[in-house]
């Protein structure tokens, strides 16, 4: 086919997930419930930090934005996806498929830079306790948020001006179900050897950075704690970090199968991308709420009020 400049493609087409056609009703609805659930339990996160007084912390300042990053980041690709599965529809427009990709990155790098800078407020919280509130202070915690996002939008758009300049084929095929960038650069006409290094240099970078940052947080954390050992130090240890540490884990293995350790696309890294794009942001409230105290509480008295006003009227 050929080659035109990437403004001239009106569209591009989806392959979606490798789902036999007569299962496409089941994954459907199942989609359909993750996604739901990923929405309305990481609402509930924010709107319960929103309301309770006890966690206005910078902790849950932090947890807030992470919230709302995950339920952005799922919302920029499993809409489009049900929508195609329903429709059995795989096109997407060109402005359509490199908006998605701008803001899939924009909450991705989000996600990564808050994992990041919720490590660092752990560490802070672990290793110098009583000097916790004039460490984390409000304009700290601003200003931390305020780099999250600005970063990210840069890196957003770094990518995708990067990617506008190639060129592809007509109507050309995307073996995946939102337009991720590594695989719009496995189908492009162009030389991606610029897009690449961008990838595994400012990315990578940028990504073992937030890494390093997370490491040495709780290596730092593990010394103090082993320095002087017992069991009550351990389980607050544990109850402070554990649900952190939890997500980082989950997040961090599937982005690195699929952006660094994947020599060719296939269904082991689409499985990957629905980890993370899907499975994860629906799990981050249940990992939080569930081994949360406070938040358990947060839930607990809004309950009670909902039930007394709902008994009032």
């Given at each position: 086919?050929?080659?035109e ?6 569209q ?8 036999p056609?007569g ?7 199942l989609?359909?419930s ?7 339990g990481?609402l509930l ?5 929103r ?19 995950d339920?952005?980041?799922s ?10 599965m329903?429709?059995r529809?795989?096109s997407?427009?060109?402005v ?28 802070v ?18 200003l931390?948020v ?7 939008c ?7 001006i ?7 084929s007509a109507?050309?095929?995307?073996p ?7 695989a719009?650069?496995k189908?492009?006409c ?7 290094l961008?990838?595994?240099t400012?990315?990578?970078m ?7 940052v ?6 730092r954390?593990g010394?103090?704690?082993l320095?002087?050992?017992s ?7 544990f109850s402070?970090?554990g649900?952190?540490l ?6 961090y293995m ?13 269904s082991?890294?689409?499985i ?6 899907v499975?994860?942001p ?14 358990k509480?947060a ?8 039930k007394f ?5």
């Open positions: 086919m050929r080659p400049n990437q403004s001239s493609v009106s591009f087409l989806l392959l979606g997930l490798p789902i056609p299962q496409q009703g089941v994954f459907f609805t989609f359909l993750m996604y739901l659930t990923t929405v309305l990481n996160i924010i709107l319960l930090i309301l309770d007084s006890r966690l206005h912390t910078p902790m849950y300042f932090f947890l807030s934005h992470l919230a709302f990053s339920v952005s980041l919302s920029v690709t499993v809409p489009k996806m049900l929508m195609n329903q429709t529809q795989q997407i427009s060109h359509g498929c490199i908006s998605q990709l701008y803001f899939f990155i924009l909450f991705a790098s989000i996600d990564n830079f808050l994992l990041a800078v919720m490590a660092y407020d752990r560490y919280a672990v290793c110098h306790p009583l000097h916790y509130t004039s460490i984390m202070r409000e304009g700290l915690c601003l931390l305020a780099g999250c996002w600005i970063l990210s840069v890196r957003g758009l770094l990518h995708t990067l990617l506008v300049r190639l060129s592809f109507d050309i095929t995307i995946h179900f939102y337009c991720d960038l590594v719009l650069l189908v492009s162009s030389d991606v050897f610029l897009n690449k961008m990838i595994f400012e990315a990578g940028l990504f073992f950075l937030a890494f390093v997370i490491l040495g947080s709780y290596i954390i010394t103090i704690i320095r002087v050992p069991t009550k130090r351990l389980h607050k240890a402070t970090c649900s952190h939890c997500v980082v884990l989950l997040y599937t982005v690195a199968g699929v952006y660094f350790f994947s020599s060719s696309w296939g082991k890294d689409i990957a991308s629905v980890m993370y794009t499975v994860t629906m799990l981050n409230p249940f990992i939080y709420s569930l081994r949360n105290r406070d938040i509480q839930l607990d008295m809004c309950v009670h009020k909902f006003f709902k008994q009032q009227s």
